[in-house]
């Protein structure tokens, strides 16, 4: 398993209690939860390593953990009253027989992986909520620190730094690939970083994105800025940005995604209108400020498939060219 997993809420399972439930599902980075008339104990949610042949917005399927070895569990979200939801952890054999469980009622609690098991789950358990806001759920073996709390998060390198670089999503965690571009000089002389850990980062065109590249720009206010992409998501951070701020510029490749696929994430993700007709109207328009520093033939008939590659190794192109 990578540095740490994230699940989300997914589709209710048919054999999950909801009577009288109240489910508003805003987005996939987004659930809200409301039921006063459930009785402590009862499975609100469950996820499984098993895979589901059901509809495509089923629950996620759990990642295989190694046996031995020790994880932890971090809700990301709110409950009310405090302290009044768990999980548990239950391994079975390949018989489908128990082999296992461990309650787990606060991210300083931990389970350990016994041997031979053939899946296992994870269940939301009531234990006496009326409300609850689930954003996500990680599974890691360490304990995790607020890189991981926050939905998107401004990493300062240098105050004076004048370069914002958007972190790609893929398919490692973000702490994984913040890892990976902190170790690239041109980012570590040169940029801060703006990372989400929401589904898509939400294209970093979110209310809380938005606000994390007003700070970067009120602090670098006195000079010109740029504002860097080096895959399908974070390039198309940086031409926004560079459209929507003057005396800035976009550096970006030539990676992308379909038009349609940008506008499903931006629906899923209840983006508001006028990002949904900037997609419409803006996204393919070339403009002075907009340099492309590398062309991607790697990314050619990519497609579906576009969000998979490693695109990290894009920015060494970059690193070779002239940048102030």
């Avoid at 809700?75 to 391994?91: A, D, L, R, Y």
């Avoid at 690239?184 to 294209?203: F, G, M, R, T, W």
């Avoid at 209310?207 to 974070?234: L, W």
Wanted: aromatic letters at 12%.
């Amino acid at each position: 398993m990578k540095d740490y997993y994230i699940v989300r809420w997914g589709l209710m399972n048919d054999e999950i209690f909801s009577h009288g439930s109240q489910i508003e599902w805003q987005s996939p980075d987004r659930v809200s939860f409301k039921n006063s008339m459930v009785h402590s104990g009862i499975v609100i949610n469950q996820w499984s390593s098993e895979k589901s042949y059901g509809l495509y917005f089923s629950s996620p399927k759990l990642p295989l953990l190694t046996s031995h070895k020790t994880y932890f569990l971090k809700f990301i979200g709110q409950v009310e009253p405090n302290n009044s939801i768990m999980f548990t952890v239950e391994f079975f054999d390949y018989y489908g027989e128990s082999l296992q469980k461990d309650f787990i009622r606060s991210c300083d609690d931990s389970f350990t992986v016994p041997d031979n098991y053939g899946n296992y789950t994870i269940s939301l358990v009531h234990a006496g909520c009326r409300s609850i806001t689930f954003k996500r759920l990680i599974i890691s073996e360490i304990l995790l620190d607020n890189v991981m709390s926050k939905d998107t998060l401004l990493i300062e390198n240098n105050h004076d730094f004048n370069h914002l670089l958007f972190v790609e999503p893929g398919i490692g965690s973000i702490q994984e690939e913040v890892n990976k571009l902190q170790q690239i000089v041109l980012v570590k002389s040169h940029a801060n970083l703006l990372a989400s850990e929401l589904l898509n980062a939400q294209l970093y065109l979110s209310k809380e994105a938005m606000s994390g590249v007003d700070s970067f720009v009120q602090s670098s206010h006195s000079k010109p800025f740029y504002f860097i992409g080096y895959g399908p998501i974070s390039n198309l951070a940086a031409k926004y940005y560079a459209q929507r701020y003057p005396n800035s510029q976009a550096l970006v490749t030539d990676d992308h995604l379909e038009l349609f696929q940008y506008q499903k994430i931006a629906q899923q993700s209840s983006l508001d209108e006028g990002i949904i007709q900037w997609l419409q109207t803006s996204v393919g328009v070339s403009r002075p400020n907009i340099k492309c520093y590398y062309k991607n033939k790697q990314s050619d008939d990519r497609f579906i498939g576009a969000k998979l590659l490693d695109y990290h190794r894009n920015l060494l192109k970059l690193e070779g060219q002239v940048i102030s």
